[in-house]
C-alpha cells in the first residue's frame, strides 16, 4: 500500500468545488511543509499543480489551492471544469529513511 | 525550451540489465536535485533514486543495491542503470527534476520511457 492514504474517486459537477485529501504521518505530511500534488492526464506525464503545501507553479490556474492540518493535506479545485478530469496524486518529503520521496496511491477526479 | 528526454527503455529478461538516459536541455542537470520516478501498469507513482547537484545519491529500498543514479556533466545526462531486473521493475520511467530548495515538488518531467521484464 501506498505511504499516503487518498481517496481513490471523488467527483463533481461543473462549477462545483471539490477537496481531495491525502493523509500521512508526522515522519511526512505532518513534520514538513514539503507536499506536493500532481494532475495526470491518461497516458501523459504527471504535471506540478502544488508545490510546498499551498504554492501554485507559474501557469497553473488559481482555481488550484492546497493547505494542509496536521498529518492531512488537501487539494481544492474551485469551478471545476471538463478538463479537470484526471488523477490526482499528492507527494510528500519522509524522513523515515527511504524512500526519500512518498507519493499517495492517486486520486481520479470525474467531473459529471 | 526547458525539456528533459529519456530514453533506453525496452524489453528485458529477469535478471537482465538495462541504462535509461534522461538528456536536459534548457537547463543544467548538475546544478539541480534530479530524481527517476516510476509508475506500474494502471498503478500509482513511486519514487526510485535522487541525486543531489552535490552528487549524493539516495535510493527507494525496493531498488537499492540494484540500481545506480549517476549524471554525466558534459552532455548534461542523467542516467540510470538498472540491474538484475525483476517482474516488479515493470513501469514508466520518468525523469524529474526537483524544484529548488524543495525535496518532493518535480516541476520538469521527461515523457516517460517503458520497462518491460518478462521471459
Known amino acids: 500500500q501506498s505511504a499516503l492514504t487518498q481517496p481513490a474517486s471523488v467527483s463533481g459537477s461543473p462549477g462545483q468545488s471539490i477537496t481531495i485529501s491525502c493523509t500521512g504521518t508526522?515522519?511526512?505530511?505532518?513534520?514538513?511543509?514539503?507536499v506536493s500534488w500532481y494532475q495526470q492526464h491518461p497516458g501523459k506525464a504527471p504535471k506540478l499543480m502544488i508545490y510546498d503545501v499551498s504554492n501554485r507553479p507559474s501557469g497553473v490556474s488559481n482555481r488550484f489551492s492546497g493547505s494542509k492540518s496536521g498529518n492531512t493535506a488537501s487539494l481544492t479545485i474551485s469551478g471545476l471544469q471538463a478538463e479537470d478530469e484526471a488523477d490526482y496524486y499528492c507527494?510528500?518529503?519522509?524522513?523515515?529513511?527511504?524512500?526519500?520521496?512518498?507519493f499517495g496511491g492517486g486520486t481520479k477526479l470525474t467531473v459529471l | 525550451e526547458v525539456q528533459l528526454v529519456e530514453s533506453g527503455g525496452g524489453l528485458v529478461q529477469p535478471g537482465g540489465s538495462l541504462r535509461l538516459s534522461c538528456a536536459a536541455s534548457?537547463?543544467?542537470?548538475?546544478?539541480?536535485?534530479m530524481s527517476w520516478v516510476r509508475q506500474a501498469p494502471g498503478k500509482g507513482l513511486e519514487w526510485v533514486s535522487v541525486i543531489y547537484s552535490g552528487g549524493s545519491t539516495y535510493y527507494a529500498d525496493s531498488v537499492k543495491g540494484r540500481f545506480t543514479i549517476s549524471r554525466d556533466n558534459s552532455k548534461n545526462t542523467l542516467y540510470l542503470q538498472m540491474n538484475s531486473l525483476r517482474a516488479e521493475d515493470t513501469a514508466v520511467y520518468y525523469c524529474?527534476?526537483?524544484?529548488?530548495?524543495?525535496?518532493?515538488?518535480?516541476?520538469?518531467w521527461g515523457q516517460g520511457t517503458m520497462v518491460t521484464v518478462s521471459s
Open positions: 524529474a527534476r526537483a524544484v529548488p530548495f524543495s525535496y518532493d515538488a518535480f516541476d520538469i
Open positions: 508526522s515522519s511526512d505530511v505532518g513534520g514538513y511543509n514539503y
Open positions: 534548457g537547463f543544467t542537470v548538475s546544478s539541480n536535485y
Open positions: 507527494s510528500s518529503y519522509t524522513s523515515s529513511s527511504t524512500p526519500y520521496v512518498v
